[in-house]
């Protein structure tokens, strides 16, 4: 059974100073956090009674704030039973990475068209003391410096239907155990430099560069997905091993340069 949302401490602005809309927002973004940050796992039941009890509110908003999450994805409502933390199936999780790969690309393009010093030195923080030699041993440390990057780099575009669009897609893409285990089991040494270079991109305003080095970054995960999607529809259509699909990164790491 999962994390309940009754256990996990919310903290709320005063009620008396906010409208129903603004406290449906609030429910929304609290509740998306705790499933970004893997407190609340697929397949938990998030309660209505308890969530209003523990947040001083009343049912109504924390209602709309759950359908709205059902409308992105996140959250699946069953007829009589409740919410629950949805878990996006293998063909969503490729289909998710598709549109990330293009979205993400997009992002990169337009922070590059409007850089400037305060955004690249938020970029540089997230992976700042990260050596290659160590990130091995700091696979969770550089995941969520990765969500952070990810974040930033949507909220650099200044496009707020991309921010929003860009954060479900994540939310989505990280309660999913296919891709929680590729990025798992990968090497994260390519991905660190790809990082680098998106942000060297950026840093000096070549906005094509930014979006060929960034859709190139997504595209690895892409194809990897594409390769467990096909995997798990036909076990007999493709024998690689775990070692054969992490070498995939390493095969790819040439298109990033090539491309740019």
Same mark, same amino acid.
Request: aromatic residues 4%; hydrophobic residues 40%.
């Given at each position: 059974?999962?994390?309940?949302?009754?256990?996990? +401490? /919310?903290?709320?602005?005063?009620?008396? #100073?906010?409208?129903?809309?603004?406290?449906?927002?609030?429910?929304?973004?609290?509740?998306?956090?705790?499933?970004?940050?893997?407190?609340?796992?697929?397949? %938990?039941?998030?309660?209505?009674?308890?969530?209003? +009890?523990?947040?001083?509110? &009343?049912? !109504?908003?924390?209602?709309?704030?759950?359908?709205? $999450? +059902?409308?992105?994805?996140?959250?699946?409502?069953?007829?009589?039973?409740?919410?629950?933390?949805?878990?996006?199936?293998?063909?969503?999780?490729?289909? $998710?990475?598709?549109?990330?790969?293009?979205?993400?690309? $997009? *992002?990169?393009?337009?922070?590059?068209?409007? %850089? =400037? +010093?305060?955004?690249?030195?938020?970029?540089?923080?997230?992976?700042?003391?990260?050596?290659?030699?160590?990130?091995? /041993?700091?696979?969770?440390?550089?995941?969520?410096?990765? $969500?952070?990057?990810?974040?930033?780099?949507?909220?650099?575009?200044? !496009? *707020?239907?991309?921010? @929003?669009?860009?954060?479900?897609? =994540?939310?989505?893409?990280?309660? &999913? @155990?296919?891709? *929680?285990?590729?990025?798992?089991?990968?090497?994260?040494?390519?991905?660190?430099?790809?990082?680098?270079?998106?942000?060297?991109?950026?840093?000096?305003?070549?906005?094509?560069?930014?979006?060929?080095?960034?859709?190139?970054?997504?595209?690895?995960?892409?194809?990897?997905?594409?390769?467990?999607? #096909?995997?798990?529809?036909?076990?007999?259509?493709?024998? @690689?091993? !775990?070692?054969?699909? @992490?070498?995939?990164?390493?095969?790819?790491?040439?298109? %990033?340069?090539?491309?740019?």
């Amino acid at each position: 059974m999962g994390r309940k949302i009754w256990n996990v +401490k /919310f903290q709320m602005p005063q009620m008396t #100073k906010l409208n129903l809309q603004s406290i449906t927002d609030q429910v929304r973004d609290l509740l998306q956090m705790e499933i970004e940050q893997g407190k609340l796992t697929p397949g %938990t039941r998030i309660r209505e009674e308890h969530l209003a +009890k523990e947040l001083g509110i &009343s049912k !109504s908003p924390i209602r709309v704030a759950l359908h709205q $999450l +059902k409308q992105d994805g996140i959250v699946r409502i069953e007829p009589r039973r409740g919410a629950y933390v949805a878990m996006p199936n293998a063909q969503q999780i490729l289909e $998710l990475t598709e549109m990330r790969e293009v979205l993400e690309g $997009l *992002a990169a393009r337009r922070a590059a068209e409007r %850089t =400037n +010093k305060a955004m690249i030195a938020q970029f540089e923080q997230c992976f700042a003391g990260f050596k290659e030699k160590e990130l091995s /041993f700091r696979r969770m440390e550089y995941s969520m410096a990765d $969500l952070r990057f990810q974040r930033l780099l949507a909220e650099a575009s200044g !496009s *707020a239907e991309l921010i @929003r669009t860009l954060q479900v897609i =994540n939310i989505r893409l990280h309660m &999913s @155990r296919l891709y *929680a285990d590729l990025m798992a089991n990968h090497d994260l040494i390519p991905v660190h430099q790809q990082h680098l270079e998106i942000i060297a991109a950026i840093k000096a305003g070549d906005a094509d560069k930014a979006e060929a080095v960034t859709a190139a970054h997504v595209g690895v995960i892409r194809r990897l997905v594409n390769i467990r999607v #096909k995997q798990q529809k036909d076990p007999s259509s493709d024998q @690689r091993s !775990s070692a054969a699909v @992490r070498g995939e990164l390493f095969m790819l790491r040439g298109e %990033t340069n090539a491309k740019t």
